[in-house]
């Protein structure tokens, strides 16, 4: 009932490009999503979300670099990434809440390596 899939990700040179997008498919309606990214060693941080209330976030460091766009039809969320750094290479998760039956419930997708090699 409810599946959060995850494409892109892959290997750049620094200063390159990258196009995440994540797509959650379910019949309930969905109160946030976001992308988050795990470092070797590192604990998970959010890298930019949309959140209740309109609000949106980014991670202090991709401000004006990374950008998150969202198609709400079809609960589809997309992370343009330019200009990436070494610094930016991670294993980067979809999150969506759900909002089920009045109450919420996050789920994850598989996540995607990305490598941002010098």
């Known amino acids: 009932q409810v599946q959060v899939v995850e494409s892109g990700g892959g290997l750049v040179h620094t200063g390159g490009s990258l196009r995440l997008s994540c797509d959650a498919a379910s019949r309930f309606e969905v109160s946030a999503m976001g992308w988050y990214r795990q470092a070797p060693g590192k604990e998970r941080e959010l890298v930019a979300g949309f959140f209740s209330g309109g609000i949106t976030n980014y991670e202090d460091s991709v401000k004006g670099r990374l950008t998150i766009s969202k198609d709400n039809a079809k609960n589809t969320v997309h992370l343009q990434m330019n200009s990436l750094r070494p610094e930016g290479t991670a294993v980067y998760y979809c999150?969506?809440?759900?909002?089920?039956?009045?109450?919420?419930?996050?789920?994850w997708g598989q996540g995607t390596q990305v490598t941002v090699v010098s």
């Open positions: 999150n969506a809440n759900f909002r089920i039956f009045g109450r919420e419930y996050a789920y």
